[in-house]
DNA sequence: GACTTTGTTCATTTTTGTTTGAACAAACCC
DNA sequence: GGGTTTGTTCAAACAAAAATGAACAAAGTC
């Protein structure tokens, strides 16, 4: 048997379980989005925290790197997800979640959406393009007629954000 | 010089410009969605192909395997996404496109999306159980107003579904 | 009933995407 | 200015997901 080491201090501190579980539910939530599971880590601990968390605890408590906490924290700013809370008595920022489902679904949108169907559109003009080299009258038609169909995909998609947007703020 | 080969019929032969153009569009679309690539060149060349195709015709011209042939084919039916087509002349399966919004988006709501809200339901009902275990009542009071906030996002995002179905069916 | 065609399954390989951690930068402190 | 703390970046390691293709099953053909 090997002699006893003295315990650095909770090197393995386990979540508790109901924050465990909380985790895990956004990590499983995240993912339906196609987001790393790291993110759904942070914001589900954030999620479920009376106090807010600094990077070092999220990395203590995760048990993940500093560089995933960073760029995970960098992501969830940028959807609007979390805030930064200066802390005065201590210069690590601090960050809490932001619980309005609105707020959440309009980063998401706006981060995640918008852009590919911006992108889309673009691609189905460059379409409209390439079909006029088509030579054949009835492949030409049935080319054209499929282009409109994604087109009016593409433009449902549009209308369809803010409706959703305005059903979940409520 | 090598005497020359007789040629064993287009073993290369690239997709035409268009259906490129199109295949390609498509995969970027269900990456969006988290399907796989497969997915979005099946579909994609399904969409702008005149005539129904068979799983060879899509091993040969999108240069996939037939076991992703045969696995992509298996999930877009599921999703209402493809039909299949008898041939009577023929003992293969000819695959055609739903090209409806309203039927593509009510099987991704139907397969993907309502199971997850599903499941994430139950594990709320399961949080709410572990929640009785916490001892201090600030903490639980704090907890037991942050899983009524996951309960309220899964009731909205419950609810917003049949809307989206509505609004994309026109 | 042997042979061919069509399609599926699933263990392995390949690809893609995520996480890690060491190096670095910035800001503060003494 | 040297030392410390806090946080970021990015190449490399790793893990997860998808594609491959060989083996197999089912059904048809002669």
Request: aromatic content about 0%; proline content about 0%; cysteine-free.
């Given at each position: 048997m090997q002699p006893m080491e003295n315990q650095p201090?909770?090197?393995?501190s386990a979540l508790p379980p109901i924050e465990r579980q909380v985790v895990s539910f956004f990590v499983d939530g995240v993912r339906v989005l196609g987001l790393p599971r790291s993110i759904g880590e942070i914001y589900g601990l954030l999620f479920i925290s009376q106090e807010s968390l600094s990077l070092d605890d999220l990395v203590e408590r995760l048990q993940i790197s500093k560089g995933s906490a960073s760029q995970g924290l960098r992501m969830l700013k940028n959807l609007g997800a979390v805030r930064e809370v200066e802390n005065s008595a201590d210069r690590r920022t601090y960050y809490q979640p932001a619980i309005e489902l609105k707020r959440l679904a309009g980063g998401f949108i706006r981060e995640q959406i918008r852009p590919h169907l911006e992108s889309g559109k673009s691609k189905i003009a460059q379409l409209n393009a390439a079909a006029?080299?088509?030579?054949?009258p009835a492949k030409r038609q049935f080319i054209d007629d499929r282009l409109d169909r994604l087109d009016a995909w593409m433009r449902s998609g549009t209308r369809v954000l803010p409706i959703l947007q305005k059903i979940l703020g409520q």
């Open positions: 201090a909770a090197v393995h006029n080299d088509v030579e054949d």
